[in-house]
């Protein structure tokens, strides 16, 4: 066997392709962790050095089902060790605190270190229209809904004398404002046209990307296979 043994040592540190400092957050929620794609993602982001964090939000719920019944280590920061990516687990809570861990984060990545982000936090409601969340108890609901770090943080940064009741009202009223006329703008725009649908998949063209719908032929006509 040959005594030549490839090593990382040169490339670590040093993030591929541009060579700048952009990078990628890649939000995804706890339900996401055990398929396949997430892991090869951050064995070839280790092994690349790509500029990437990966934010897991961790809300305690895949749909109905709770963290601890579908992932054998719960802890899901502790996913990154396999890959020899640094990791870490934040109160998802409170805003301050994922702050600092994001730039923590960013700062890691930029310097070609891809990095797991995991913030803890709470689903308020079901996971869509059709999940009435009854899996949660009415006093449960209730708790988490004073929990709301929206609202809490309001309230801290009232009691820390940097928010006055009329600026709290004032951002409530922009926020709403800027949700109402996305969603007016949505009512008032036509359907896409269904060839738009594999659009931006890439940011660049792929060669051979598949566009195929549903009941499409999987060869074109003509190709014997
Ligand atoms: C690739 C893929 N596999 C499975 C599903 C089905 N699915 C829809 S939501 C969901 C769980 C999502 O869990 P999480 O990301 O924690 O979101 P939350 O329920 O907290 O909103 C799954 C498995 C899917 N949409 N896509
Ligand atoms: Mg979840």
Redesign the pocket.
Known sequence: MSSRRWTRSASVGRPRYRGGTEAVMCL?????TN?G?FHESLNIAALWDLPIVYVV?????????P?ERSSAEPELHKRASSYRMASARVDGNDPAAVFDAARVALDSARAGRPYLLEAVSA?LKG??VV?PARYRSREEAEALKAADPVAAYAVHLHEQGLLTDELIAQIDAEATAIVADAARFADASPHPDVTTLFDYTYATPVPNDSRRLPGDALFPAGVSV
Do not use: C
């Open positions: 995804m929620g706890d339900g996401t398929i794609a939000v961790n809300n305690g719920l895949g749909m109905g089902t963290v689903r996971h869509s999940d």
